[in-house]
């Protein structure tokens, strides 16, 4: 007799989440022993391919708990993943919006004097195109994840408000595991991470909750500070805190970050009511 699975979308949405992330673990253990044991001696090359495993069961299993817990067999276009024109334009909008306001930050703190620009190598190029490729594949998959499947299952059960505090808490706080000693020391990332998930459910509410704006902006981000940290492209000159500037060069660990995202946040909120 085959389980009937439907019932666990009657569950509160905490038990729902948690039966998904067990599965996930279930079919990665099986998966990451050997990784571990063939590429053990390449601890980054361990990471990547454990992650991309990770990352494809993850996907295959979105398949198999829509169909099997909803009946949804289009679950991509509920979570915003539409092939589009329209979303095609916004992630490209986001994209250039990420980058130029990623930008524009240190633009404004070398005008202070607070860090220097270097003069690019030839690799300049090799940069821009890896950054790009690396940046919208990690937009695409943590869009996926916190403003797909995350933001979906939460709306089942609570109010807009509940829904953006508590998508946008996972999102800073699942980034923010590491040592408690490090946490101390670089806690300013924390509240610039919330920020950031703030923005991305707003963005993707004052786009018709397309996720193509969401994907892009996150990848502009990180896009820009690909670029500009491995094209070596920037000096800090030390004449400030790095709590203002970023602790460890880190610009979402700083208040100069904090007041951007301020500003991105308040349009981006003001589009969302809007809509």
Same mark, same amino acid.
């Given at each position: 007799?085959?389980?009937?699975?439907t019932?666990?979308?009657?569950?509160p949405a905490?038990?729902?989440?948690? %039966?998904?992330?067990? %599965?996930?673990l279930?079919?990665?253990?099986?998966?990451?022993?050997?990784?571990h044991?063939?590429?053990?001696?390449?601890?980054?090359l361990?990471?990547?391919?454990n #992650?991309?495993?990770?990352?494809?069961?993850? %996907?295959?299993?979105?398949?198999?708990?829509?169909?099997?817990?909803y009946?949804?067999?289009?679950?991509?276009?509920?979570?915003?993943?539409?092939?589009?024109?329209?979303?095609?334009?916004?992630?490209?909008?986001? $994209?250039?919006?990420?980058?130029?306001?990623t930008?524009?930050?240190? #633009?404004?703190?070398?005008?202070?004097?607070?860090?220097?620009?270097? %003069?690019?190598?030839?690799?300049?190029?090799?940069?821009?195109?890896e950054?790009?490729?690396? @940046?919208?594949?990690?937009?695409?998959?943590?869009?996926?994840?916190?403003?797909?499947?995350?933001?979906?299952?939460?709306?089942?059960?609570?109010?807009?408000?509940?829904v953006?505090?508590?998508?946008?808490?996972?999102?800073?706080?699942?980034?923010?595991?590491?040592?408690? @000693?490090?946490?101390?020391?670089?806690?300013?990332?924390?509240?610039?991470?919330?920020f $950031?998930?703030?923005i991305?459910?707003?963005?993707?509410?004052?786009?018709e909750?397309?996720?193509?704006?969401?994907?892009?902006?996150?990848?502009?981000?990180?896009?820009?500070?690909?670029?500009?940290?491995?094209?070596?492209?920037l000096?800090?000159?030390?004449?400030?805190?790095?709590?203002?500037?970023?602790?460890?060069?880190?610009?979402? @660990?700083?208040?100069?970050?904090?007041?951007?995202?301020?500003?991105?946040?308040?349009?981006?909120?003001?589009?969302?009511?809007?809509?």
């Amino acid at each position: 007799m085959k389980p009937n699975l439907t019932r666990i979308s009657y569950y509160p949405a905490p038990i729902r989440i948690g %039966i998904f992330a067990f %599965i996930l673990l279930l079919l990665w253990i099986p998966v990451t022993i050997p990784v571990h044991l063939i590429f053990g001696s390449n601890q980054n090359l361990t990471t990547v391919v454990n #992650i991309v495993f990770l990352y494809l069961e993850f %996907i295959g299993l979105l398949f198999i708990w829509n169909r099997k817990v909803y009946h949804n067999f289009y679950w991509w276009k509920q979570y915003g993943l539409v092939l589009t024109k329209k979303n095609g334009l916004e992630l490209l909008q986001g $994209l250039g919006l990420g980058l130029g306001f990623t930008v524009s930050l240190f #633009i404004i703190e070398s005008i202070l004097g607070w860090v220097n620009f270097s %003069i690019p190598s030839l690799r300049i190029v090799k940069v821009v195109i890896e950054g790009l490729l690396s @940046a919208l594949g990690i937009a695409f998959a943590e869009e996926l994840l916190f403003r797909g499947w995350l933001l979906e299952e939460l709306k089942f059960d609570y109010i807009s408000s509940t829904v953006l505090w508590v998508n946008s808490l996972l999102f800073a706080g699942l980034h923010f595991i590491k040592p408690l @000693a490090e946490i101390i020391r670089t806690f300013p990332q924390f509240p610039a991470l919330l920020f $950031l998930g703030l923005i991305l459910v707003w963005a993707k509410r004052g786009n018709e909750n397309r996720l193509g704006i969401c994907i892009g902006l996150h990848g502009g981000f990180v896009w820009g500070f690909y670029i500009l940290n491995v094209g070596q492209l920037l000096d800090y000159t030390e004449k400030i805190s790095p709590w203002i500037t970023g602790i460890d060069n880190n610009p979402l @660990a700083g208040v100069m970050g904090l007041l951007f995202f301020g500003v991105l946040g308040f349009y981006m909120r003001i589009k969302a009511n809007i809509k």
